[in-house]
């Protein structure tokens, strides 16, 4: 039992809190609706900004509602349309339908839209309403990645299908591998629309997927994808140079400026990932945003491509960033400015996001900046975005330091400015410079297995995140087994409707704290935080019977203790059948009742609602759920009262936790969750 109350300690007590200090960099200027469009598709804009400040955006609408406006070709019943808008964002300066689908959009420095999908580049005249030149590719060609250079000249990267790409003959790559499967490509169009400058195979002998480009300040292009290419071209001495692992990869590839020849070509992970976005700085560095399994990854490249100068995991829902199955247009969720910063937002569902200089508390949408050597200057929430699965962010720098972040808007969505341009469904935040903005203190506050910051439970414990919550090194309090555990643990106190509660951890940036079971279900409580007497702003929470949530050692395996005492890993997994211990919290009320912060002795209580277990099985056109019946469920004897234990024997696929009288209505599940097996 020792080894148990070791590893759920271990696991809560993890903080992925930002050291506090200097770095407030920016605060909101306004934030309004924005876009049009239309009712049955999921807004999914691009946006960029001129050297005026004047905000392009991309998106997709119904030619029948909107304004009016030039109308380039016959549209269909939904349809791609490019919206330009003053620099103060309060005036329409033209807004274009296109008759082609576009995925991709870039501006020049003299005003210049261009545009690009379903086969086609497009550039708009500086008035929008007509093309400067309209290039269509060949059929199987799709482009989904494209950049402008400083000469006004497009840089296009996607894929071919069916051999029906044609190179140039100073390509780097003048063939790809003969199989019908998609192979990437990278071309520089001419300034005159009417052919390529350079145009090569970026491709091995499976599939190849480019999903973003950039343009350094020579003119070489940047371009970052997935492979599952075992041949994928690299070059020697590059950060990652041989595959370390099979399946999908991602890679970040820099070309000469006339296409010939690779800077460099690196994997950039050694394990599953996509790369979905690449930005470069003046110096040449290139930043990578990758998804993962978990969330996503920045990483930080050198001019070179020979080293990571620095990495940062970002929790994400994975939706901010579309799969490419989903939609391609995710390129503009990363921008990197004249300094060296880099931006990046994306929407998460989790509440340990690690502020710093926070704006508002606890909302589906971020936005982190970090400095040149990947130093936080500001990590925040940003209002108006919605949490809804199908929901997206982009953002645009523009002149003096300022930012532009757009995405889905919450239903409830009420912004601090009406003007009058748009009325789609789309947020609108504009941020710049502020060293008057005041951050707050308390960010979120979650299950602190699962970190949903969703409805609390009575007796469960939660974990609250921010900056000046607590001491700067973390403390765990001494326990009197007779008393419990305290509610004041260095100079911290945490009240929900002013009843203290019981305080497992204190830190800065994080405390871990158990909810009182006298909430009562339906109604709100105010969580406050109290630091050496000086009170923090409340966040309103509301309360349910039950919100469970597991414990877990890396975000989806669970921390679970083997049926032989030993603790469950990928070095040490169990056999399939086998009974497991895992640990959750949030199952709500037990009986008979227990004291706020005891330790739970025999004889052991039981929860009031019924614990179950189940899984999905069967295949992608038909599934459905099975239910496993666990041997034990209910508060983990020993252990601070609000830990609850689950024994079961393991099937070999992801679970979850269901608490409820019944097991397929009226009941609340938990996040998925997995555990390391191995058949016997």
């Not at 989806?556 to 169990?574: E, F, I, L, W, Y």
Request: aromatic share 8%; hydrophobic share 40%; with cysteine.
């Amino acid at each position: 039992m020792l080894k148990t109350l070791r590893l759920w300690i271990a696991v809560l007590t993890s903080t992925m809190a930002i050291a506090a200090g200097p770095g407030l960099k920016l605060g909101v200027d306004y934030s309004q609706r924005f876009g049009f469009a239309a009712p049955n598709e999921t807004p999914n804009p691009i946006m960029a900004t001129d050297g005026s400040g004047a905000l392009y955006l991309l998106d997709i609408g119904d030619p029948k509602t909107l304004p009016a406006g030039a109308v380039l070709g016959s549209p269909g019943t939904t349809a791609s349309y490019v919206m330009k808008l003053s620099p103060a964002v309060d005036r329409i300066v033209y807004l274009t339908v296109l008759d082609f689908r576009a995925d991709s959009l870039a501006v020049d420095s003299s005003g210049s839209a261009y545009v690009a999908g379903s086969g086609v580049i497009a550039k708009l005249n500086s008035t929008g309403i007509a093309f400067v030149y309209r290039m269509a590719l060949a059929e199987g060609v799709v482009v989904d990645g494209l950049a402008v250079d400083g000469s006004g000249r497009a840089y296009v990267t996607g894929r071919a299908f069916n051999g029906n790409f044609t190179t140039t003959a100073n390509a780097f790559q003048r063939t790809a591998p003969s199989d019908n499967r998609s192979k990437g490509f990278v071309a520089r169009v001419n300034t005159t629309g009417t052919g390529f400058d350079y145009a090569t195979y970026l491709a091995g002998n499976d599939w190849d997927v480019p999903m973003g480009i950039a343009v350094d300040a020579s003119g070489a292009a940047v371009v970052a994808g997935t492979t599952s290419s075992t041949d994928f071209p690299v070059t020697p001495g590059a950060y990652i140079a041989d595959r370390r692992s099979e399946g999908t990869l991602p890679f970040l590839t820099r070309l000469s400026a006339d296409g010939s020849t690779l800077i460099y070509s690196t994997f950039a992970g050694d394990a599953y990932g996509e790369a979905q976005a690449v930005a470069v700085d003046p110096s040449g560095n290139a930043a990578v945003l990758r998804r993962t399994l978990t969330g996503i990854a920045l990483l930080h490249f050198n001019p070179q491509g020979t080293a990571v100068t620095f990495s940062r995991a970002l929790p994400a829902d994975g939706v901010g960033l579309p799969s490419r199955d989903r939609d391609k247009r995710s390129g503009r969720a990363l921008a990197m400015d004249a300094a060296g910063n880099t931006y990046v937002t994306a929407t998460t569902s989790a509440a340990n996001y690690p502020v710093k200089n926070n704006l508002v508390p606890c909302e589906p949408v971020y936005l982190t900046v970090l400095g040149p050597s990947g130093d936080p200057l500001q990590t925040t929430y940003l209002a108006g975005g919605s949490g809804a699965f199908l929901s997206f962010t982009a953002l645009a720098l523009g002149p003096n330091s300022t930012v532009f972040v757009t995405g889905t808007a919450a239903a409830a969505y009420a912004p601090s400015r009406e003007t009058g341009v748009a009325s789609g469904r789309l947020f609108l935040t504009r941020l710049s410079p502020n060293e008057a903005a005041q951050p707050i203190k308390l960010s979120c506050v979650g299950n602190a297995g699962s970190y949903d910051p969703g409805p609390v439970a009575p007796g469960e414990i939660v974990s609250l995140f921010g900056e000046g919550l607590g001491p700067a090194q973390g403390m765990h309090p001494v326990v009197d087994v007779t008393i419990g555990f305290p509610t004041v643990l260095g100079g911290v106190r945490v009240t929900f409707d002013q009843i203290p509660s019981p305080l497992l951890y204190v830190q800065d940036g994080q405390i871990n704290a158990i909810a009182p079971w006298s909430l009562t279900a339906g109604r709100t409580t105010q969580i406050c935080v109290e630091f050496n007497g000086v009170k923090t702003n409340c966040l309103s929470r509301s309360v349910s019977n039950a919100s469970p949530g597991v414990f877990t050692i890396d975000g989806s395996h669970a921390a679970a203790v083997n049926q032989d005492g030993t603790v469950n890993s990928a070095s040490n997994p169990a056999l399939a059948g086998s009974i497991v211990s895992i640990f959750a919290t949030g199952f709500g009320a037990v009986t008979p009742s227990l004291s706020d912060g005891a330790i739970v002795g025999l004889p052991l209580p039981v929860n009031v609602l019924p614990v179950k277990l189940g899984f999905s099985s069967g295949g992608a056109i038909a599934s459905f759920v099975q239910m496993v019946e666990p041997q034990y469920g209910g508060p983990a004897p020993f252990q601070v009262a609000g830990v609850s234990q689950v024994n079961f024997r393991v099937p070999p696929r992801p679970l979850f936790l269901v608490v409820g009288r019944d097991f397929y209505f009226d009941s609340v599940r938990s996040r998925s969750f997995a555990i390391y097996v191995t058949e016997p």
